[in-house]
């Protein structure tokens, strides 16, 4: 029973004593695309856990990331069964990371956890994260022990992605480790107080510091539906992951441009002293070629690099909202709020 978001409690008359009942609300935070064919089984899944759990209220706070198929209605299907879920229907698809975001600011809960819908992230680890909580860890993130049915490339370039960010940055990021993790209202508030429109979540988890803790689970294969990532998506979020974290490609190539110019440098005090002791030579082509070829190349591959950080900072600059919320459970939203 709650009367307010945080810390809501009820005071009653027992025997002539009050007593305060004083349940935390969980949020169950699941961003959903095209999910029709899981949806039901996660609830399934979610009830049972929540039915055990009695020393907690809970919110099921389903974001419908524009979904083309049935999604929304089954949403508010699960509503109409069950009052402790909510759903939050945003105006388009933008993403995962825009739907958690979205989530964030939408839920109510003293902590929440996101969970794919997909049931990836088995929900059975949720008492897991709820105990630790209440030891007193902020962020109880779930890490892969095992991924079954990814393939062999996919998990290569995702160990080799996470080593180059690493290297580049100075916050720690935590290995095989997805979106599934419990976090303190605290840690939900200063996430939501980063308000970047082109979000890497999984960076801001570890930017944001606080009290972490591992538990370590075997990633299942997706329940039912289609993996939502293509490899051109992944590459974006790669870039993005890299571009916000870290300005090191812009000081690699000032690096790059200084050794290139040294080097550069060098080869015209060769070529002018041969041309006073040799007398000018005419042939000369296939060097002259080379450098041409190499140094355009060198400068192109640069002008992208910085392109690609004015590219951020214009899409930041221009301070729109992140997101649009179409109706949050059956009420049309005007969006008021989201223009902070
Ligand atoms: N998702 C989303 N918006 C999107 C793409 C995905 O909300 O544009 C959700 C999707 O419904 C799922 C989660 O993000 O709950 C993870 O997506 P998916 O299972 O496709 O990714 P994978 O597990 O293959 O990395
Ligand atoms: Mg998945």
Excluded at 14 to 41: H, R, S
Excluded at 46 to 73: C, R
Excluded at 181 to 197: F, H, Q, T
């Amino acid at each position: 029973m709650r009367y307010n978001n945080l810390h809501g409690y009820f005071l009653y008359l027992n025997g002539g004593f009050y007593m305060e009942e004083n349940k935390k609300l969980v949020t169950i935070l699941v961003p959903a695309y095209n999910e029709q064919d899981v949806l039901n089984m996660l609830y399934d899944r979610l009830k049972n856990i929540m039915d055990n759990l009695t020393n907690y209220d809970f919110e099921v706070l389903l974001v419908n990331d524009g979904s083309k198929d049935d999604t929304l209605k089954i949403m508010k299907n699960l509503r109409a069964v069950d009052s402790r879920i909510c759903y939050l229907n945003l105006s388009r698809n933008y993403g995962k990371e825009t739907a958690m975001i979205a989530g964030l600011d939408y839920a109510k809960g003293d902590c929440v956890i996101i969970i794919d819908a997909d049931l990836q992230d088995p929900p059975e680890l949720i008492p897991d994260m709820l105990k630790f909580w209440e030891e007193g860890y902020d962020d109880v993130y779930a890490k892969r022990k095992s991924r079954k049915g990814e393939s062999v490339l996919k998990k290569f370039t995702s160990k080799m992605y996470y080593k180059v960010l690493q290297s580049v940055t100075n916050i720690e990021i935590q290995k095989d480790t997805g979106d599934f993790r419990l976090l303190d209202r605290r840690c939900v508030e200063a996430l939501k107080s980063i308000r970047e429109s082109q979000r890497y979540t999984k960076g801001l988890f570890s930017w944001i510091g606080y009290n972490k803790k591992e538990i370590l689970f075997d990633r299942d294969p997706r329940a039912a539906g289609n993996t939502k990532w293509n490899y051109g998506k992944l590459i974006n979020l790669s870039i993005d992951g890299l571009t916000s974290f870290t300005t090191a490609p812009l000081r690699l190539s000032a690096f790059i441009g200084i050794l290139v110019s040294l080097a550069g440098f060098i080869y015209m005090l060769a070529i002018i002293f041969k041309t006073i002791f040799n007398g000018i030579d005419v042939p000369g082509y296939s060097s002259t070629m080379v450098v041409i070829l190499f140094l355009g190349g060198i400068q192109l591959i640069f002008l992208g690099v910085i392109g690609e950080y004015l590219g951020r900072t214009f899409n930041e600059s221009k301070g729109r909202p992140i997101y649009f919320v179409d109706r949050y459970n059956d009420e049309k939203e005007t969006n008021e709020k989201l223009n902070k």
